[in-house]
């Protein structure tokens, strides 16, 4: 393929070609990172823009989502249910994986034109995810496992004050909990074992970006250790000291997560000279 060959707009209802949201959306992703264009080739603009929350029937995915959070709230509001932050938890994670499988049709697209490329090897893959987000992720589901086993090996010591027993808000919880690692893995997973796409260094240079970006972006593990954690839901477990363990856990989960998302941010915040678009 050749690369000089921009992204050109076209009715978005042709198969196989970046529509002008995309275009655009690539446009300004690349102009944040020093690289200003005026039309990105076709596949940056296909995979860049079919990023975005905006683009490809995402919106109402969006709508879908917004609508059953609120039901939710409203329904648990109203009544004494057990697992309202369960079913949030896997409603955030089924709106996450959507717009990921979403975004992998525009890069089947996109393989297609630049030819079946090979993995990274896992290392190199993994150091560009970056290691703090492999090590927030893993202690936040394992350590919201433990969390989870704590809570039911440790009985209420004060009254409990809904209807269903704590064992059942907890069971719920665990379940979202494996929910949202299932999902984080599957998208993790892709991002580790996905080939390269590109054409020439600079779509080598962004492959390496979004592959860094991705798990933020479709798999926030740090958000579920809030959404799902079991130790929430019981009472008694605060101020106690598998409250203030609990306390800790997130503090630390978030804080790598965040220093993770920090240093991609700062180690990809300009990409180097390259023929993006013209």
């Known amino acids: 393929m050749d690369v000089r060959v921009p992204a050109l707009p076209v009715d978005p209802r042709w198969p196989g070609e970046p529509t002008v949201l995309e275009v655009g959306k690539a446009r300004l992703w690349l102009a944040r990172r020093g690289a200003p264009v005026w039309l990105p080739t076709r596949v940056l603009a296909l995979r860049l823009g079919g990023r975005g929350i905006g683009t490809r029937g995402t919106p109402v995915f969006a709508i879908v989502f917004a609508v059953l ?21 896997v409603l955030y994670a089924s709106f996450q994986v959507t717009r990921w499988r979403r975004t992998q049709s525009r890069e089947q697209l996109a393989e297609g034109w630049t030819g079946p490329g090979t993995p990274p090897p896992l290392r190199v893959a993994a150091g560009q995810v970056g290691w703090w987000y492999l090590v927030s992720t893993g202690l936040t589901f394992l350590g919201g496992a433990a969390l989870c086993a704590a809570a039911f090996l440790t009985g209420p010591r004060f009254s ?24 984080t893995a599957l998208v993790l997973g892709r991002v580790l074992r996905a080939p390269v796409i590109a054409e020439d260094a600079a779509s080598r240079v962004v492959d390496g970006v979004l592959r860094a970006e991705d798990p933020y972006r479709f798999a926030p593990s740090a958000t579920y250790a809030v959404l799902a954690m079991p130790v929430s839901v019981v009472d008694w477990a605060w101020p106690g000291p598998l409250g203030w363990i609990s306390l800790a856990y997130l503090v630390v989960v978030f804080g790598l997560q965040l220093l993770g ?3 991609v941010r700062r180690r990809h915040r300009r990409l180097p000279p390259g023929y993006y678009g013209r």
Request: hydrophobic share 50%.
């Open 69 to 89: 959070w609120s039901l939710t709230g409203a329904v648990y509001h109203e009544s004494d249910l057990p697992g309202q932050a369960a079913v949030l938890a």
């Open 160 to 183: 409990w004050k809904h209807w269903y027993p704590p064992e059942v808000a907890i069971g719920l919880n665990t379940f979202a909990l494996a929910c949202c690692a299932g999902a």
């Open 261 to 263: 998302w920090l240093l």
